[in-house]
């Protein structure tokens, strides 16, 4: 048993222009799709063929530079400024040397200004005591 609705005639007319309304939308939506894939394949094939050329002139390059004569100006600059940055050095570093030995000199204390040293530090401490010791004894 299947059951019926009456539909009024306006009803009628609204559904079907809402019916064709979709098939139409479908249809472009369709029609979209198949351009999008259209130009998604155009696109691989020019990344493949831009992959390509690339690789070709890549190649190209390489047989150019090979061809080419090589030059060592370059490395002979290298070499010179190598060769001046080591006579520097060797100027530096004797005076490095130098400077290095007078301020050992200077941090090296003689044993004897050691002891003083300490001695007076001994004093001060004994004298700070002896403070700390008569203050106690005011309190008292």
Do not use: C
């Amino acid at each position: 048993m299947t059951e019926y609705v009456r539909l009024s005639h306006p009803e009628k007319i609204y559904g079907e222009k809402k019916l064709l309304e979709s098939q139409i939308s479908l249809l472009t939506l369709s029609k979209i799709m198949k351009e999008f894939n259209t130009h998604r394949k155009d696109e691989l094939a020019l990344k493949i063929s831009l992959k390509k050329n690339l690789n070709e002139f890549k190649e190209s390059l390489v047989e150019l530079e090979h061809s080419l004569p090589k030059s060592t100006l370059y490395e002979e600059k290298l070499k010179e400024e190598k060769r001046k940055h080591e006579i520097v050095k060797l100027i530096i570093k004797p005076e490095e040397k130098l400077k290095q030995k007078i301020e050992k000199q200077k941090e090296e204390i003689s044993p004897i200004q050691k002891e003083q040293e300490q001695k007076k530090s001994i004093d001060e401490q004994i004298a700070e005591i002896k403070q700390k010791i008569a203050s106690l004894r005011l309190k008292q």
